[in-house]
């Protein structure tokens, strides 16, 4: 275990740890005791028909779900739903990397949250029909686990920046950013004594999400000084590198493994076609115009192969990382096309 006061309620709460008892994984091995993070918002109907799971991304917690996409009036309203959140296995609140086992964590596929948070939302809350899964990046991975996997259960699934089997590119750009943080001599095979040691990994990680994490267009239109950065130098240092220097590169690590991996071709032999046409959820795939990970052709070639769904890009140049909520036209937008669904 490594102390890392970065992962506490006072940053990303308040949220509850829930205990699912052991979870055995898709790669072998298991994880005894396995906790949950779990942020819940409203209030769950006597006839448990109002429930929407969100699920989280790579480097985010239910905290930044809280503050960018959840509120009354919102298409996500705590009024009307009760709402979960549930931080995905790596992420520094659920059991993580450097909460338990360190380097010595075992492999964590996708698949193994979707099950994990299967369990959680069956046994712990008595839920068996969801009226919506939604998450952006690697919660959009999950959303399309949860839809392929528990088709019964999701009555209307929102992928959003994010596809169901990740591409070549997208493995590659992935083991860049892991190399990033490996590379640095201070990681040590992940047995530093803290994570501030590994400073150059992760600086060279946040400058490599600089790059893809944005769109060409922001750089061009310089936008980074109306988010209120003068130069692109202080973007990097103050807001980029700031933001991923506190989080623990084990957790990283073990998010970016099961993103490279992710792929619902796994349950149909690598037929993605036939995986995807498990799917019964109304469906709307929401793209970002701009985002360099998940482009709008590759989401449109899968949305293609699920009945009943429809194709809804966001446009925004903050490309993927305008999932951030740094855009609010964009954010505008995802709400309107949520609430349309909801209505359907």
């Given at each position: 275990?490594?102390?890392?006061?970065?992962?506490?309620?006072?940053?990303?709460?308040?949220?509850?740890?829930?205990?699912?008892?052991?979870?055995?994984?898709?790669?072998?091995?298991?994880?005894?005791?396995?906790?949950?993070?779990?942020?819940?918002?409203g209030?769950?109907?006597?006839?448990?028909?109002?429930?929407?799971?969100?699920?989280?991304?790579?480097?985010?917690?239910?905290?930044?779900?809280?503050?960018?996409?959840?509120?009354?009036?919102?298409?996500?309203?705590?009024?009307?739903?009760?709402?979960?959140?549930?931080?995905?296995?790596?992420?520094g609140?659920?059991?993580?990397?450097?909460?338990?086992?360190?380097?010595?964590?075992?492999?964590?596929?996708?698949?193994?949250?979707v099950?994990?948070?299967?369990k959680?939302?069956?046994?712990?809350?008595?839920?068996?029909?969801?009226?919506?899964?939604?998450?952006?990046?690697?919660?959009?991975?999950?959303?399309?686990?949860?839809?392929?996997?528990?088709?019964?259960?999701?009555?209307?699934?929102?992928?959003?920046?994010?596809?169901?089997?990740?591409?070549?590119?997208?493995?590659?750009?992935?083991?860049?950013?892991?190399?990033?943080?490996?590379?640095?001599?201070?990681?040590?095979?992940?047995?530093?004594?803290?994570?501030?040691?590994?400073?150059?990994g992760?600086?060279?990680?946040?400058?490599?999400?600089?790059?893809?994490?944005?769109?060409?267009?922001?750089?061009?239109?310089?936008?980074?000084?109306?988010?209120?950065?003068?130069?692109?130098?202080?973007?990097?240092?103050?807001?980029?590198?700031?933001?991923?220097?506190?989080?623990?590169?084990?957790?990283l690590?073990?998010?970016?493994?099961?993103?490279?991996?992710?792929?619902?071709?796994?349950?149909?032999?690598?037929?993605?076609?036939?995986?995807l046409?498990?799917?019964?959820?109304?469906?709307?795939?929401?793209?970002?115009?701009?985002?360099?990970?998940?482009?709008?052709?590759?989401?449109?070639?899968?949305?293609?192969?699920?009945?009943?769904?429809?194709?809804?890009?966001?446009?925004?140049?903050?490309?993927?990382?305008?999932?951030?909520?740094?855009?609010?036209?964009?954010?505008?937008?995802?709400?309107?096309?949520?609430?349309?669904?909801?209505?359907?």
């Amino acid at each position: 275990m490594t102390a890392n006061s970065y992962y506490s309620q006072e940053g990303h709460g308040p949220y509850e740890l829930m205990n699912i008892g052991t979870l055995e994984l898709e790669e072998g091995g298991s994880i005894s005791n396995c906790q949950l993070a779990v942020a819940t918002h409203g209030t769950l109907s006597e006839e448990k028909d109002n429930a929407i799971l969100i699920t989280t991304w790579y480097s985010g917690t239910s905290k930044i779900m809280e503050d960018v996409y959840i509120g009354t009036g919102r298409a996500l309203d705590p009024d009307k739903y009760f709402i979960i959140v549930v931080n995905q296995i790596g992420d520094g609140l659920s059991t993580s990397p450097h909460n338990s086992d360190g380097a010595s964590f075992p492999k964590v596929r996708i698949g193994d949250d979707v099950r994990a948070q299967h369990k959680l939302l069956t046994e712990a809350f008595g839920i068996n029909r969801l009226e919506l899964v939604v998450g952006g990046s690697m919660g959009a991975q999950q959303t399309y686990e949860w839809a392929v996997r528990y088709p019964d259960m999701v009555k209307r699934a929102a992928p959003i920046a994010g596809t169901a089997k990740n591409t070549e590119h997208d493995f590659l750009y992935a083991e860049t950013l892991m190399e990033a943080i490996t590379t640095d001599p201070k990681y040590n095979n992940g047995n530093y004594a803290n994570s501030t040691e590994v400073v150059a990994g992760l600086r060279r990680h946040a400058k490599l999400w600089t790059v893809m994490g944005w769109s060409t267009e922001f750089f061009r239109q310089n936008r980074h000084q109306a988010l209120g950065f003068e130069s692109m130098k202080a973007f990097v240092d103050d807001f980029m590198t700031n933001y991923f220097a506190p989080m623990d590169p084990n957790n990283l690590l073990c998010m970016a493994w099961k993103w490279q991996r992710g792929d619902v071709s796994r349950h149909t032999d690598g037929d993605l076609a036939t995986a995807l046409g498990r799917i019964t959820a109304k469906t709307y795939v929401m793209p970002i115009s701009h985002d360099m990970f998940f482009p709008p052709s590759d989401c449109e070639v899968e949305q293609a192969l699920i009945p009943n769904s429809e194709f809804k890009v966001i446009n925004s140049i903050d490309g993927h990382l305008g999932l951030f909520g740094t855009d609010p036209d964009c954010l505008a937008q995802i709400d309107t096309v949520l609430k349309e669904l909801l209505a359907s």
